[in-house]
C-alpha cells in the first residue's frame, strides 16, 4: 500500500515509530552520530521512504522534543484544571514534573539534558518553524506555573505578581537539577537518604508561596 492511499491514523503510528525508534539509537549513538541512513535500518524501510515522513533528523529530533514537552504539559494542565487550590495545585505540580522526569529518563534526556541543538541553532533553517513549536510549548509550562504563583500572590502578601516570572524559573532550575542528578544516580552516592532530601526540598520550593 502505498503512502498516499494510507490513512491519517496510520501515517500517524508510522510517525510515531519513528520516533521510538529514532529516541533509542540518538540515546546509543548519540545526536551527531544518528543518520538517516542508520534510523531507516532500524525501523526497516529505505532511507528514500523515510524522507517522506520527515525532512531530515533535525526534524525526528524536535518532534521527539515536542512530544515529550507535550506529554509534561499535558499533565501540568490536567492539574490546573482539576483544582481549586493554587497552593495545592503548585505542590502538585512540583510532585508531578519530578514524576515525569524520573519516570520518562530518556525523554527528559532529549529534552533538557542533552548536547544537542536548540531554537537559536535553527533559526534561518528549514526546520525553524518546528523548532519555534518545541521552543513555545516549553515555555508555555514555564507560563501555568508562573499563572499558579501569581494566583497565590492575590492572597499571600509576601508573594509578589511582579516576582512570578522569576519564581517559576527558580522553580524550574532547582527541578530540573533534582532530576538530572537522581537520573545519573549522584543523589544516592551523595546523600544516605536522597527521598527524604527531595521531600525536603520540595517542601522548601513550597515554602514562600505558604501562607
Keep these: 500500500m502505498s503512502r ?33 541512513r542508520k534510523l531507516a535500518e532500524k525501523v526497516n524501510m529505505t532511507a528514500t521512504n523515510l ?4 525532512s531530515n533528523k533535525d ?32 505542590k502538585k505540580m512540583i510532585r508531578a514534573y519530578l514524576e515525569f522526569g524520573f519516570t520518562n529518563p530518556d525523554y527528559y534526556r532529549i529534552m533538557l539534558n542533552s548536547d544537542t541543538p536548540r531554537y ?25 506555573v508562573a499563572k499558579v504563583i501569581s494566583d497565590i500572590a492575590k492572597t499571600n502578601p509576601s508573594v509578589h505578581v511582579a516576582d512570578a516570572d522569576f519564581r517559576a524559573k ?12 537522581n537520573n545519573r544516580n549522584i543523589l544516592q552516592e551523595a546523600d544516605e537518604n536522597p527521598d527524604k532530601l527531595i521531600e525536603r526540598m520540595c517542601e522548601d520550593l513550597l515554602a514562600p508561596f505558604s501562607n
Design 51 to 54: 524522507y517522506y515522513y520527515y
Design 170 to 181: 527558580q522553580m524550574w532550575v532547582t527541578l530540573h537539577g533534582i532530576v538530572v542528578l
Design 120 to 144: 537559536n541553532e535553527y533559526k534561518g533553517t528549514e526546520v525553524e518553524a518546528v523548532a519555534f513549536i518545541d521552543k513555545q510549548i516549553a515555555l508555555d509550562m514555564g507560563e501555568l
Design 59 to 90: 526534524e525526528i529530533y524536535l518532534s521527539l522534543q515536542i512530544k515529550g514537552f507535550r506529554l509534561l504539559h499535558g499533565i501540568l494542565q490536567d492539574i490546573c484544571d482539576g483544582d481549586t487550590d493554587s497552593h495545592e495545585i503548585l
Design 4 to 36: 498516499k492511499s494510507r490513512s491519517p491514523e496510520v501515517i500517524e503510528k508510522v510517525k510515531n515509530d519513528i520516533i521510538e525508534a529514532a529516541l533509542e539509537l540518538m540515546l546509543d549513538v548519540g545526536f551527531n552520530n544518528m543518520s538517516m
